[in-house]
């Protein structure tokens, strides 16, 4: 029976750990053990332990079954909360796998810039009428077009009209590049169409992350 979830690497030795997520644990933990063997892994903290240490010291276990929707986040959760992002503690250091805990900041910061723009603080604040600088002023046909989508609901290919977010998006080129998904499958997973997934893969859409 397949298991999604998250999973945790253990070094019996120095208690540092690893932690990652997989829509099937048994078969990552296979690629994890395949690659550590063949001196290939992606991380390399983790690669020197292994070699260090060796096979008999390192110990796998679930932290916790979950759907695929919510993989990345309780992910984030438990390597914030085991400090696996720290190199005193863990082997998530520098991960390309792991590339989204560095957004937490710019998070925070998107936060801080929509406070800063609240009520009277915002520069159009008061702005109406012939106030406004848009006033008398006409939309193009394609601004009508694409604001007429958007009341409709119509979904589109575009990043702005999307509904996916950008964990969506790292986690979908996760499972189809690292957990083999196929782009049918994530597609109806995430009930956009094929050819939604297939830009996302070959980043012809969302190209900044």
Known sequence: MIKTGIYLILNTVNNKVYIGSAVDIKKRWRDH????????????????????YGENRFQFSILEECGIENLLLIERNYIIQYRANNSKFGYN?????????????????????????????????????????RFGKTSTFETRQKMSIKKLGIKTHRRNNSKLTENDVINIRKLYHIDNVSQPKIAKQYLVSYGTINKIITKKSWTTV
């Open 33 to 52: 053990k395949w690659h550590l063997k063949e001196n290939k892994h992606h991380n390399s903290h983790l690669q020197l332990a292994w070699n260090k």
């Open 93 to 133: 250091i520098n991960d390309p796998e792991h590339i989204f805990l560095n957004r937490k900041h710019n998070e925070i910061t998107k936060q801080k810039l929509s406070i800063q723009k609240i009520g009277d603080k915002n520069p159009m604040f008061g702005k109406r009428g012939a106030l406004h600088p």
